[in-house]
């Protein structure tokens, strides 16, 4: 079965300290790995894409990693900001868009 | 450039009752449109995705439907209300069948069924 598993849950944290969250999935045949960010009661917007090939990505404050062989994706931040409080939700593609969702870590960020 | 718009933002309906939800893409043509619905606590659930004008595919069994009457709008419909409805409903597109193609959200809109 696809999976997608993401932890922690929730997460608070200092504003301007760094914080990592991780997904591993359990997806077959595997495209692409996907990081959304999701304000509270807005639709998610794309922070990062990666195929197979790609072990990192980074978008800004933002780096995501990739491990194929062992299916785990990490969203590393840096130097939080207030703004970054939201959910983060790891999406994990197989096939021709077959999306699988986790269920998101919400992370506040604390002043 | 392109945006995604949806309304209502919120509704609030009784158990039983109709409903419909619409979409609609700007900027762009022939766009993929996506349903999809956040329960509270779960994860994004697609519900049905459309490849173009007339052309609906369902994800999940359920009460509702999907149509496309027009090729940047895209409706989500009941004609009967279940609480199990209630939820987040978002809609998204893209722009092709890529495997590397992102899927942009709209805004949302907060149903709940009483």
């Known amino acids: 079965k696809n999976q997608v598993e993401q932890s922690p849950q929730s997460l608070i944290i200092l504003e301007g300290k760094n914080c990592t969250l991780q997904?591993?999935?359990?997806?077959?045949?595997?495209?692409?790995l996907r990081w959304y960010k999701q304000d509270t009661g807005r639709g998610p917007v794309s922070l990062t894409i990666?195929?197979?090939?790609?072990n990192t990505k980074s978008n800004g404050r933002y780096t995501a990693t990739l491990d194929a062989d062992t299916k785990q994706s990490s969203l590393h931040i840096t130097a939080s900001q207030l703004s970054d409080s939201a959910s983060y939700i790891c999406v994990v593609t197989t096939g021709f868009q077959k999306l699988v969702f986790g269920t998101g870590t919400r992370l506040l960020v604390s002043p | 450039s392109q945006t995604i718009h949806q309304w209502p933002a919120t509704l609030v309906q009784p158990v039983g009752s109709p409903l419909s939800l619409e979409c609609t893409v700007e900027?762009?043509?022939?766009?993929?449109l996506y349903w999809y619905r956040q329960a509270a606590g779960r994860g994004l659930q697609l519900l049905f995705y459309?490849?173009?004008?007339?052309?609906i595919s369902s994800e999940v069994p359920q009460n509702l439907s999907a149509s496309r009457p027009q090729d940047r709008q895209f409706i989500l419909s009941s004609k009967k209300l279940l609480l199990s409805d209630s939820g987040f409903y978002l809609c998204a597109w893209s722009k092709g069948g890529g495997r590397t193609d992102t899927q942009y959200f709209g805004p949302g809109t907060r149903l709940t069924v009483l």
């Open positions: 459309s490849v173009g004008i007339g052309q």
């Open positions: 990666m195929t197979f090939s790609e």
């Open positions: 900027g762009t043509s022939n766009p993929n």
């Open positions: 997904c591993n999935y359990t997806v077959s045949p595997f495209s692409n």
